[in-house]
């Protein structure tokens, strides 16, 4: 819940500073986003729509070097490509980073809905663009895959 709360400021902050125009184009600058921590290590920037409400939406995550998720999952397919630094992907509830894939810039990775999985960086920030229809929620799963309340 709290990620969906941080989502709509987010989204109220990215809206006020993007650069528009009357017949509905909108401009952004990688120096215009606006980032906010959802835990230390783990930054948000809204790019379009509202994650936490019905509807297509465009976020940015940027992970510090040393930051992986929690194994977790979200009940809609998530679309992710790559931005900068090496994004280490895993799939499954048991984060292990030896089997973890690394994707480089230009990368893609589709997140199905429902599975478990864990991603960030190890040694280099690291910016993906995710792509998805909302309500978007972080669900973390222990270690059979079972929803877990954090």
Not at 65 to 82: A, C, E, M, Q, W
Not at 87 to 101: E, N
Not at 105 to 122: I, L, Q
Not at 137 to 142: K, R
């Amino acid at each position: 819940m709290k990620f969906l709360t941080l989502c709509a400021a987010l989204l109220f902050v990215a809206t006020t500073f993007a650069s528009d125009s009357e017949d509905g184009f909108i401009r952004l600058t990688p120096d215009e986003l606006v980032w906010q921590d959802l835990r230390p290590g783990l930054s948000f920037s809204v790019i379009e729509g509202d994650p936490g409400k019905e509807g297509f939406y465009i976020i940015r995550a940027k992970f510090a070097p040393g930051t992986l998720s929690k194994p977790h999952y979200h009940p809609n397919d998530r679309f992710i490509t790559v931005i900068s630094g090496t994004w280490w992907t895993g799939i499954g509830p048991v984060q292990k980073l030896d089997t973890a894939v690394p994707l480089e810039p230009g990368s893609y990775m589709k997140h199905p809905a429902g599975a478990a999985h864990y991603d960030g960086a190890v040694d280099e920030e690291v910016i993906v663009e995710i792509k998805g229809m909302g309500p978007a929620p972080l669900i973390y799963v222990d270690s059979d895959g079972n929803p877990i309340d954090e």
